[in-house]
């Protein structure tokens, strides 16, 4: 799909976790133009290799990647990482992409989803940051629906699949349902359970996860109006988040507008026929870049209140997609000739 951009040099930094993996296979998926990879990971990975268009590529230091002055460096390798590199990339002129919360509130970085904010990058932004996986796919549902209606105020309760945490998560997981006991990530069992408990508890009762669904959503739709609380829950799921949406509009709305306005998005996919059994669910969203909704429905006490589920792979759309896909809108208007 991108046959027409020039290769360029691009570095993936953390190239051996699982987001950093899928930012291989996305590039591959997409076309992304690559003319050199620069796989990037830590010392104890230095010297491995990491296999993109079928050829193994030796994984080099965070050192040698910045001296070959890449076009554009695709981080995914943690916020402490991302506060120590990403800076120094940028003072090489190198675009960075990160994939952390290091930058996403900061005011002095742009938070983005291509389809949803794109327009506000400029030629200035060296260091661009991804939003949290949980308000990617909300936002990709939500910005059709405020254009049209204004949303107020809404409750999002997300079921979050294992991945969201890591590979140690899904090992977790894993061998919970081998019966077997060993160290785990999460303070109680996963398996056959769900935990009201996505990272660390605040003063205000809520988590750090739930908080970036409020606050993010605010930034990405430049719209510090919106005022959403969120409830975050670990499932039993290893690939995929889903997300039970209610919101109230400013406006009346139609129904058939909404779905119109929702199916016609792009990277938005209509699943809404519940009398088939036709809505979404992590199983099928399993390796995709789209975000799916549908059980779309009016409230039962608030005429301009609309309930929605979405469902996304975390690992694509949430974290290593978007990341590509900024990179691919920058080259797109002009970022690299």
Same mark, same amino acid.
């Given at each position: ?6 290769p ?25 133009? +690559?003319?050199?990879?620069?796989? +990037? ?13 079928g050829?193994? #590529? ?6 040698d990647?910045l ?11 943690g916020?402490?990482?991302s506060e120590?590199?990403?800076?120094k990339?940028?003072a ?5 992409? =990160? ?9 002095? *970085?742009?938070l983005?989803?291509?389809?949803? $904010?794109?327009?506000?990058?400029? =030629?200035?932004d ?9 308000? !990617?796919?909300?936002? !990709?549902?939500?910005?059709?629906? @405020? ?7 809404g ?29 785990? #990530?999460?303070? *109680? ?13 605040? =003063?205000?009762g ?7 669904? *409020? ?5 990405? !739709? ?6 959403l609380?969120?409830?975050a +829950? ?6 995929? &988040?889903?997300e ?6 400013a406006?009346?709305f139609?129904?058939?507008? #909404?779905?119109d ?19 979404? !669910?992590?199983? $099928?969203? *399993?390796?995709? =870049? ?16 609309l ?14 997609? $978007? ?5 691919? &809108?920058? @080259? ?6």
């Amino acid at each position: 799909m991108n046959a027409e951009l020039s290769p360029l040099n691009v570095a993936v930094v953390g190239a051996t976790g699982m987001v950093g993996r899928t930012m291989l296979a996305v590039m591959e998926d997409r076309g992304f133009p +690559v003319a050199r990879l620069l796989p +990037v990971a830590s010392a104890k990975s230095v010297g491995t290799t990491v296999t993109f268009q079928g050829e193994d #590529v030796e994984v080099i230091s965070m050192e040698d990647a910045l001296a070959q002055r890449p076009h554009v460096a695709l981080f995914s390798a943690g916020g402490t990482i991302s506060e120590t590199w990403a800076p120094k990339f940028a003072a090489a002129g190198i675009t960075v992409v =990160d994939n952390s919360s290091a930058w996403r509130m900061s005011p002095d *970085h742009k938070l983005v989803v291509p389809e949803v $904010n794109g327009d506000v990058l400029t =030629d200035e932004d060296l260091v661009i940051a991804n939003p949290n996986c949980t308000t !990617m796919q909300l936002v !990709m549902c939500l910005k059709p629906l @405020h254009d049209r209606w204004r949303i107020t105020r809404g409750v999002v309760n997300t079921y979050q699949s294992v991945t969201g945490t890591g590979q140690a998560a899904v090992a977790q997981l894993e061998a919970e349902r081998s019966g077997e006991e060993g160290p785990g #990530v999460y303070p *109680h069992p996963i398996d056959k359970n769900c935990l009201p408990h996505c990272d660390t508890f605040q =003063d205000n009762g809520y988590t750090r996860e739930e908080m970036k669904v *409020h606050h993010e959503t605010k930034k990405i !739709m430049g719209d510090d109006t919106i005022q959403l609380s969120c409830t975050a +829950v670990r499932v039993p799921v290893v690939g995929g &988040h889903s997300e039970a949406v209610y919101v109230e509009f400013a406006e009346d709305f139609d129904m058939a507008e #909404v779905r119109d306005a929702l199916a016609s998005f792009p990277g938005v996919v209509l699943e809404d026929e519940p009398q088939r059994e036709v809505y979404p !669910m992590p199983l $099928n969203a *399993h390796g995709r =870049d789209e975000v799916f909704v549908g059980r779309l429905r009016r409230d039962l006490a608030h005429s301009r209140g609309l309930h929605l589920w979405i469902v996304a792979d975390n690992l694509r759309k949430g974290a290593a997609t $978007n990341t590509v896909q900024i990179a691919e &809108h920058l @080259h797109r208007t002009g970022r690299w000739g």
